[in-house]
């Protein structure tokens, strides 16, 4: 039985490479800055270069990303018209008529390359005549890059679109991207699903490059779009939430980077009053409200510390965070002119972190102790 199963498979294999070389053997040219084509085309922001370096603190990793990528830094956000262009899959990779793949709004080129959306030749196929604003990326219905990459690019172009112009999005949208286009006043009938696999044939595809990267982008555009959903969002009468709320934000529904010793820390958070949330079970307003009221905020880092834009300025924030992180989280409390804080943890084999419980309470007691004096 093995024997036969064995050439089963020694007979399966050529075929199988003849297919995924048939239906997933794409390999496109690339554009990796829209100013590049022959195209109507908008500068409708400043490039972020001067702003990001001027915040750039001592950590390796904030001068090593601001490096590594020192020529999206230096580009002007820019918007341009597409012909008759091809948005294929939930990641809205986007292909010129004559099959080149645009890069920017995808941060990391071998990922992209390497999803079915890049390599497939064949899709379902649909198409519009609507003019639509792309509001599409590899990681943009995560919600960090959603506040942090998204929307900023919206907020900016849309001085330049046409008043009829709709919105492209994913299938299933989630409640925080409908509440904050809403906050935007853009409505759910002003939105176009781009289909989780398939080619959608755009007529008239607005097309925006970032400002900056996605690590560090503009922090002018980061403060419109938070100020423009706070306006949004205050209830008429006021509100009853309390002012100088103490906020501890819990990772412990996500698959990283959550604090594994959290039981073991929690009595001295709740010692100093903290209120631990699980800000994805909160609706946007909620977490707008808490953060709004919140005189320090701590928490792992993750998408949750996102919600700092929503804080005032005597907020405090601390990050609880390993060597090699992501230094966004630091880059953002700086635009915003808000006190920050990185907190060592360990990290376990898991991808978790396991806190100090002396050490925290020590930090503890100087951050509060800075705030009740």
Not at 55 to 84: C, E, I, M
Not at 341 to 363: C, E, H, I, Q
Request: with cysteine; charged share 20%; net charge positive.
């Amino acid at each position: 039985m093995r024997y036969w199963y064995a050439m089963l498979n020694k007979i399966r294999k050529p075929f199988r490479w003849i297919k995924n070389r048939v239906l997933h053997g794409q390999f496109p040219s690339v554009c990796s800055d829209i100013r590049d084509l022959n195209l109507e085309k908008y500068t409708v922001a400043p490039d972020v270069y001067q702003e990001v370096k001027s915040l750039l603190d001592d950590d390796l990793y904030s001068k090593n990303d601001f490096d590594g990528h020192q020529d999206d830094y230096r580009k002007p956000q820019t918007v341009v018209r597409l012909l008759s262009a091809r948005v294929r899959d939930r990641i809205g990779a986007v292909f010129l008529p004559n099959g080149t793949l645009l890069t920017e709004n995808h941060w990391w080129l071998p990922i992209l390359q390497g999803t079915p959306a890049c390599s497939a030749r064949f899709r379902r196929q649909y198409r519009t005549d609507e003019q639509l604003f792309y509001l599409l990326g590899l990681w943009s219905d995560q919600y960090y890059h959603w506040f942090h990459d998204v929307l900023p690019r919206l907020h900016v172009a849309r001085k330049c679109l046409p008043d009829s112009c709709k919105f492209l999005i994913h299938e299933s949208p989630s409640a925080y991207q409908l509440d904050s286009l809403r906050l935007m006043g853009i409505t759910t009938d002003q939105l176009v699903t781009q289909p989780n696999k398939g080619d959608l044939f755009a007529q008239n595809l607005w097309f925006s490059s970032p400002s900056g990267y996605t690590t560090f982008g503009s922090g002018e555009a980061l403060r419109s779009v938070a100020h423009r959903l706070l306006g949004s969002s205050q209830p008429k009468g006021g509100t009853n939430t309390s002012k100088g709320l103490r906020l501890y934000v819990s990772r412990q529904s996500a698959r990283d980077r959550c604090v594994e010793n959290l039981d073991e820390i929690r009595p001295i958070l709740e010692s100093f009053k903290f209120q631990i949330v699980e800000f994805e079970t909160l609706t946007l307003a909620e977490q707008m409200q808490l953060c709004g009221n919140a005189s320090i905020i701590v928490g792992p880092h993750g998408a949750g510390l996102t919600n700092m834009i929503f804080a005032n300025r005597n907020c405090a924030v601390v990050e609880i965070a390993s060597e090699g992180v992501v230094p966004c989280y630091s880059m953002m409390a700086k635009q915003f002119g808000l006190s920050f804080t990185r907190f060592m943890a360990s990290k376990t084999n898991a991808g978790n972190y396991w806190v100090s419980p002396d050490g925290l309470k020590k930090s503890v007691e100087i951050y509060t102790g800075q705030q009740d004096a």
